[in-house]
């Protein structure tokens, strides 16, 4: 009987650790200076498991919702970027801290070329810079697709990049399923939308795609957004370019 009762309790107690390490819970913790313990605000934390996000507080405290073996991905200007893995103990026993190494930030020298204006609006219309980009809208598809320069060819370009698609994002996309599924819910979660507003360095999206910088950079060229949408957008804007791409690309490869 005791034996019985024995293995019981221990296969309840086996049941209810499985059931805790699926589930999805909330932890939470402290982010600071690896060197000085200072409080770090506003450091960006992404589930890349979950996709989900959320900042930290002025006293360097977030709280995210994770279960065990959920990777979460910190980014702050001017420290280095950092994976930390959730644990079983990081759920059972509460905060942890999390300490970031600062980087010393090299900035590239910064030319700004100064219009001049005579007063004369027909002259002074000619010297200010337009960046001509036109983007084509095809019925049936979620959005449309950037030619660039508005040419007699440009619009053939674009028939013929998205009816005959690249090699490129055919291993991508094929190759990243999982991964590029996750930009849906990226895509809803409104507090990943308002982190990836003020960011232009593409890194949460390299860590969540598990794809360097010029991958993301080839697949927008491969979708035909231009020259200056990829070089000067947000990240919300690349997410958003890179998921239309992703959607389009699976309605003509069912067509």
Known sequence: MRRILFFISLIVSITIQAQDETEVGNVSGKVLNAATDQ?????????????????TNKEGEFKIPAK?????????IGYKPLR?????DWVKYGDVKIKMTELGIALEQVVVSE?????YLEIDAKKIPVYNNYRYSISGLNSGYEGGNKQPGAVNKVLGAIFNPAD?????????????RKLRKMKKDDEI????????????????????RLDIDEILRNCNYSVDFIKYA???QILDAISECYEEYK?????
């Open 84 to 88: 930390v893995r959730v644990t079983n």
């Open 193 to 212: 939308r308002s982190l990836l507003e003020t960011k232009f360095d593409r890194a949460t999206l390299m860590a969540l795609l598990q794809v360097e």
């Open 39 to 55: 409080k770090l605000e506003n450091v960006h934390i992404v589930n890349l498991s979950q996709v989900s996000g959320t900042i």
């Open 68 to 76: 065990v073996n959920d990777t979460l991905y910190f980014s702050y």
């Open 168 to 180: 490129f994002l055919y291993n991508m996309f094929s190759k990243r399923s999982k991964e590029l």
């Open 115 to 119: 219009v001049q204006l005579t007063g």
């Open 251 to 255: 309605i003509l490869e069912r067509k």
């Open 234 to 236: 947000n990240d919300l």
